[in-house]
């Protein structure tokens, strides 16, 4: 059974910094996209990074620009997210999500596989 499992939210401070992990099991996703989406109370889930396959590729959303950073280690199975200067409105559930095809442009990502999600709050 495939499991994605985040950790690492909490309760923050204006300005604060976190650092999301998403262990991945049972199977492995070296060859595949992850991505973390992000769903605040009473507004949609939206994307917030991908990384690809290797790591070459990372699209992220306008927000996320020069202050969240997507890695991954395939090693552990695991992907990340590096949050900072985090505002009060990005409060929200974060979930990491994996491609399931192998290979697949990252630009056209599709969520087979997503985690229960980690809370993040931000507090003014």
């Known amino acids: 059974q495939v499991q994605l499992v985040e950790s690492g939210g909490g309760l923050v401070q204006t300005g604060d910094s976190l650092t999301l992990s998403c262990a991945a099991s049972?199977?492995?996703?070296?060859?595949?996209?992850l991505a973390w989406f992000r769903q605040a109370p009473g507004k949609e889930r939206e994307f917030v990074a991908a990384?690809?396959?290797?790591?070459?590729?990372?699209p992220d959303a306008d927000f996320a620009k020069g202050r969240f950073a997507i890695s991954r280690d395939d090693a552990k199975n695991t992907v990340y997210l590096q949050l900072n200067s985090l505002q009060p409105e990005e409060t929200a559930v974060y979930y990491c999500?994996?491609?399931?095809?192998?290979?697949?442009?990252?630009?056209?990502?599709?969520?087979?596989?997503w985690g229960r999600g980690t809370q993040v709050t931000v507090s003014s």
């Open positions: 999500a994996a491609d399931g095809r192998p290979f697949a442009d990252v630009y056209s990502f599709r969520g087979d596989y």
């Open positions: 049972g199977r492995t996703f070296n060859q595949n996209t």
């Open positions: 990384i690809s396959w290797g790591g070459k590729f990372r």
